[in-house]
Structure formats: structure tokens, C-alpha cells
């Protein structure tokens, strides 16, 4: 094992997720390793498919159950007193104590990740009672608190209204506010602000870099906006056809991408200051992510890759190679791609 | 609230007057009528036939015959029996009591026993359980009840001899363990096809929740399965079955046709058979009647509760 430093809170090896379908087993995440320190905000970066999603729902063990969905690996997750549970051997009922208290999660689409049936402060108040022991009366009084927190107006009038009642930004502070209940070491956010407006989406963003910096939690951030990577990660995941293809922390990463994905991805963001410049079209990257179930030979990526070599690409998938000072990358021809190699 | 409740009121009025229509019709136009009775006795004329027929009001075209009903039944009028001059009303009111006990038996077995296998059949989908529950429910859905009736009749009253063929109570005997004892039997029988279809929707309405992001959502906080089950999958499953429960309302008093018949049940289910076989046109319009303004309140009540579980439905 990894010497761990003392601030890391969650360290993830190894971390493989396979569904059983009739089409036999789909690997949807394979051999994925990070950490997260304290403080600390990773991204998870990658397209949809990529298997980002199932690495954050793995880690929390809410895959569907074991026979339809296996997962393999080792997650250790370090809470506040010193203790280090291995969240894949932990037996259910201590799951579910560290599930909304040390660990907690923010979902994609705010309007169905709540109940419609019960109100916001009910449902804030849900995970303290259980968590912190706390009377009913005593919880709502806190969920107040929390609505507070994430800026919500009017706090204790809002607490008994339902979901439908909120707007779209109101109903994702809510969730975060929910998540944020007992506190969490580690908060998990899945594209928070895709489904929201741009503006409002800022202002989320703005709240979770507020909050963390108070609470010094750990976040993992995913997304596949690369704008809001830049925005609040320090360091940077990118994954591809459930492997992790890149990382590095968030600077170097932008700076000099060395993966051909990563520098695609890149590529692809829409820039204000190229409109116009040279008539230059906004770069895609050609053709799709691979059929998990049939997945080409060697580098995932090569079908699509402007560098690949026939041959070279498609002998053996790449091993995640150091190159560089916390700098991981997997392509065998990364060595050869270097802007000052190629110069 | 109210001018919903206003509007509702209306729709329900134009309704009943094209259900008291088409039914009129239809009763009209079936072959026979209340003189065949007379007339199969062979002893009386045609003008003595003429005369009764006259004496009815049954010489007169069918619109006005209609008018005259619509009339009378504007003014709470419901007319009198063919056969015993009772007024129809009174005899509705005196079949509503056998039904009712029948009816509420067996929908509150076959609700709280559908509900409960739907459950656990959704809970623990594709297990042994779900598979034989699912195949039962096929079973009990696709047997005729008069096979399944008779069947009972001769298993547990004819060969075993634990429980009566028929009747509301044994003449002589007014305890209600005598009744208990008589109710067994049909209830039984009418229980088993809609503990069967509720327990499909149950399940379903149970799947499509359980599969809802805000039960994740329930998960990721760390809250018991139990609590998970009843209050986030439970509660939001149920709100369909409200609708459901809510069509079953005008069943529970209008009866039903065949167990009552086979197990001699003297509730609505019988009048109705008994009435048309008679040709009664009173008491059949009367019945239709009855059950269509049920079936017209059980929707509207339906959907007065469907707005008080459901935070996002406001009635406007």
C-alpha cells in the first residue's frame, strides 16, 4: 500500500465496476486509482459514458446490488477521528452510517432527485435525525440553518415547501444544503449545475467553492464541461471508456495537455476570442465512444486519434505512465508528442 | 376549489343524460318486454294486452315515453317496480346492504393482500416469490368466476361441508357469526381476480418508483431500508392507486352480477339480472342510474384525494 498522507481523505485503488448483461459482463470502470486530499476539489472529466458517474455511485456502493453489477477494488475513505474504513469490505448498516454523514452527494437533475411528496425541510432534516440523533423539531431547526447556509431567503418559510415550489437553482441549493447536513469529509457533486441556467449555474459553482472553503471538505467534482473544470478543480481526472487516460493537477493539465483525448477535449471548447479570428472552425473530435461491450484492441482512443499508429496503438492497452511530477497519462506515443520533441 | 367542483358538476350532468339515454334505448330496443310475461300465459286477448299496455304507457312513441321518465326523475321520481308496484328507489335502497358487505369484504382483502404481494413481488423482483405471484395473478385473472364459484361451492359446501352454498344468513338464524359463515364463500371469490389485478398495479407502481432518482437520493443519505421502503417508495407508489381504488367505488355498490347470482346473494348484482330477465324497466333504469352517478362520484372523489396526497396537484 501507498503511504497515505495524513489529509487524504478518500483513496480509491483499483476501483473496477462491471455490469452483467445478456451481452455478457460490460466493463463500465476499469482500474481506476486517485485520491482526494482535504481541501482538495478533483474533477472527473470525461463524456458521457465514460464511466465517470458509476466511479462516484461505486464509491458510495449505490450500484444496483451484487449479481446484476460487480464491484472490485479497494476504497478507503479516512473520517475526521483518524479512522480508516475500506468501503468495499464494510458490512451494509456501517455503509449507511457513513453514507450522508461522512460522505454525501450531490445529484445531476435537482427536480427528480427529490421526493415530490415531501418538503424541502423534511427531507433536509431526514439524514441529520438519523445521523446525529436529533428530534424532529431539533432537525427541521438545523435543515433552517442549512437552507441559510446555501443562500436561500426566508429559510424557515421555505422549509415547508415542496419541490415542485422551488426554482431549478433554489432546488440544487437544497440538494446541496441536504448533502451538506452532517457535514460530510467527502462530498461527491455529478454534474450539479448541467441542468441549470448559465447564470444560476455560476452561482452554484460559487456557493460550493464558498462552502468548501469553509468546511475544508474534499470534493470530487464531475462534469464534462471543461469551463467549469478550470473554474473550481485543482486537480483533474480525465477519463475514457471507463479508464482513467489523464491526470494531473488542474494548470499543467490545461497548459499541456498530453493525451490526444485531452488535447481534443481542448480543442473543443468554444473560445471567444477565436470567433472570427481566421475563420477557423470550432474543432470536434471525429466518431464516438467505443461500444463497451466490443471494445477495440489496445488504446481505447486510437480509433479516433489524429496520432495513431497502426500497429503501435492497437497492440496493447497503454499502461497510465508518470510523465511527469503528478502527471499520469496513457498513450504510448506521449514521450514522441511532446511539443518540443516534435519541434 | 369550488369552481372546479362546479364545473365537475356539470360534466356529470350532461353525462347522465346520455347514460339515461342510451340506456333507455338500448332496454327498448331488446326483444320482449314486461307484457311477454302476461302474454306467455296464453289466457288473456290481444285487447286485454292493448289495455295493460295502455294502462303502462307503453302504446306511446319511445321519445315521449323518455320525456316522461327524464321528468319524473328530475323531480326525484324514480317510479314503481313492474312486478310488485314497489317504488324503485326503495328496492335499490333495500338490495344496498347485502352488496356493500360483500363488496367492502372482499375489497379490503383484496387490497391489503394485493398491496402486500405487490411489494414484496416488486421488492424482490424476478425471485421465487415475484415469479409464482406473477403466474397466480395470470391464473386467478384468467379463471371465469361462475367455474371458480361453482367450484368453491362444490369443494367447501358439497364435499367438505365447512361452509354454506348460498344466502345471506340461514333463515331463523340472525347472528353474525351466522353471517360471517355465508360471507366466506363469495367474498372468496370475488377477492381472488382483484387481489390479482391489484397486486399488478402495485408492483408496477412499486418498480416505476423504486427506479426514481430521489431514491437514490433516499440511499445516499444514509437512512434505513425500511424507512426508504415506507416513506420515499410506499408513499409515492400508493398515489396511482388512488385513481384505481377510486373506480373500484361504484362496484362496491353496484355489485356484481355473477357471484351474486350463483352464491343467491340477495344484493345489487341480483336485482340487476333479475330486473332485465323481467324486463323491469323502472328498476333497471333506476340501477343504471345508481351506478353511473357512483362511477361519477368514485372518479370525482378520486381526484379530490388524489389532491391531498399529491403536493403538486392544486385543483383549480
Not at chain 1, 192 to 203: C, E, F, H, K, S
Not at chain 1, 210 to 221: G, N
Not at chain 2, 92 to 104: D, K, P, Q, R
Not at chain 2, 119 to 132: C, Q
Request: aromatic share 6%; hydrophobic share 45%.
Amino acid at each position: 500500500m501507498f503511504p497515505a498522507p495524513s489529509d487524504e481523505v478518500l483513496s480509491v485503488r483499483n476501483l473496477s465496476i462491471g455490469f452483467r448483461t445478456p451481452g455478457g459482463i460490460l466493463p463500465a470502470v476499469q482500474d481506476v486509482s486517485f485520491s482526494v486530499r482535504r481541501g482538495e476539489t478533483l474533477a472527473l472529466v470525461g463524456e458521457s459514458g465514460s464511466g465517470k458517474s458509476i466511479t462516484s455511485l461505486g464509491i458510495l456502493r449505490l450500484t444496483p446490488p451484487a449479481p446484476f453489477c460487480q464491484v472490485r477494488g479497494e476504497v478507503i475513505l479516512r473520517t475526521p477521528d483518524g479512522r480508516a474504513h475500506d468501503l468495499l469490505a464494510l458490512p451494509e448498516p456501517e455503509m449507511r452510517s457513513l453514507r450522508g454523514d461522512a460522505m454525501a452527494m450531490v445529484f445531476q437533475e435537482p427536480m427528480t432527485s427529490l421526493n415530490p411528496v415531501h418538503t424541502i425541510g423534511e427531507q433536509i432534516a431526514e439524514a441529520v435525525r438519523f445521523h446525529r440523533g436529533l428530534g424532529k423539531r431539533a432537525a427541521l431547526g438545523r435543515a433552517a440553518e442549512l437552507l441559510e447556509l446555501v443562500g436561500i431567503p426566508n429559510p424557515h418559510r421555505r422549509l415547508s415547501n415542496y419541490p415542485h415550489q422551488l426554482s431549478g437553482g433554489m432546488r440544487q441549493r437544497a440538494m446541496i444544503a441536504m448533502a451538506l447536513s452532517c457535514e460530510p469529509s467527502l462530498l461527491i457533486a455529478d454534474e450539479p449545475t448541467t441542468a441549470l441556467d448559465v447564470t444560476i449555474q455560476a452561482q452554484i459553482l460559487e456557493l460550493l467553492q464558498e462552502l468548501q472553503q469553509k468546511t475544508r471538505m474534499a470534493v470530487i467534482f464531475i462534469t464534462h464541461n471543461l469551463g467549469v473544470v478550470a473554474e473550481i478543480a485543482d486537480r483533474v481526472m480525465v477519463m475514457y471508456a471507463g479508464r482513467v487516460v489523464e491526470q494531473a493537477p488542474v494548470v499543467p493539465l490545461f497548459k499541456a495537455p498530453r493525451m490526444p483525448y485531452t488535447q481534443g477535449l481542448l480543442r473543443s471548447v468554444p473560445r471567444l476570442d477565436w470567433a472570427g479570428r481566421r475563420g477557423e472552425k470550432l474543432a470536434a473530435i471525429p466518431g464516438n465512444v467505443p461500444d463497451a461491450l466490443a471494445p477495440p484492441s489496445g488504446c481505447a482512443f486510437a480509433p479516433r486519434c489524429e496520432h495513431h499508429r497502426p500497429g503501435l496503438c492497437d497492440a496493447a492497452v497503454p499502461p497510465l505512465e508518470a510523465s511527469g511530477a503528478d502527471h499520469d497519462v496513457r498513450c504510448v506515443r506521449w514521450s514522441e508528442l511532446l511539443p518540443e520533441a516534435a519541434a | 376549489m369550488s369552481t372546479y367542483l362546479l364545473r365537475r358538476l356539470f360534466q356529470a350532468l350532461v353525462l347522465l343524460l346520455i347514460v339515461s339515454a342510451v340506456g333507455f334505448s338500448i332496454l327498448h330496443l331488446a326483444p320482449g318486454g314486461p307484457l311477454s310475461q302476461f302474454a306467455a300465459g296464453g289466457e288473456m286477448t290481444q285487447a286485454d294486452l292493448d289495455r295493460i299496455a295502455r294502462d303502462m304507457g307503453l302504446d306511446r312513441p319511445l321519445p315521449v315515453q323518455y320525456a316522461e321518465w327524464l321528468w319524473h326523475m328530475a323531480q326525484g321520481d324514480w317510479g314503481r317496480s313492474y312486478r310488485d308496484q314497489q317504488p324503485v328507489l326503495h328496492i335499490i335502497v333495500a338490495h344496498l346492504g347485502a352488496t356493500l358487505e360483500l363488496m367492502l369484504t372482499s375489497t379490503l382483502i383484496a387490497m391489503a393482500l394485493g398491496s402486500w404481494i405487490g411489494i414484496l413481488g416488486a421488492m424482490r423482483r424476478y425471485s421465487l416469490f415475484d415469479s409464482l405471484a406473477t403466474i397466480g395473478a395470470m391464473i386467478a385473472v384468467s379463471i371465469p368466476t361462475f367455474w371458480f364459484g361453482l367450484v368453491v361451492i362444490w369443494l367447501f359446501s358439497v364435499t367438505l361441508g365447512w361452509l354454506p352454498a348460498g344466502n345471506r344468513y340461514t333463515v331463523g338464524d340472525g347472528s353474525w357469526l351466522n353471517q360471517l359463515h355465508h360471507l366466506i364463500a363469495p367474498s372468496m371469490v370475488l377477492a381472488l381476480v382483484s387481489t390479482a389485478v391489484w397486486s399488478r398495479y402495485m408492483r408496477s407502481s412499486m418498480l416505476d418508483v423504486i427506479n426514481q432518482d430521489y431514491i437514490r437520493t433516499a440511499r445516499s443519505k444514509g437512512i434505513p431500508e425500511r424507512r426508504i421502503l415506507f416513506r420515499h417508495t410506499v408513499r409515492n407508489a400508493l398515489l396511482p392507486m388512488i385513481t384505481i381504488a377510486g373506480l373500484q367505488l361504484p362496484t362496491l355498490l353496484s355489485g356484481a352480477l355473477v357471484t351474486e347470482t350463483i352464491f343467491t346473494w340477495p344484493g345489487m348484482g341480483r336485482l340487476f339480472l333479475d330486473s332485465i330477465n323481467y324486463r323491469d324497466y323502472p328498476v333497471v333504469m333506476g340501477i343504471l342510474m345508481f351506478t353511473a352517478v357512483l362511477v361519477l362520484l368514485g372518479s370525482l372523489v378520486a381526484d379530490l384525494l388524489y389532491g391531498l396526497a399529491d403536493p403538486r396537484i392544486r385543483l383549480a
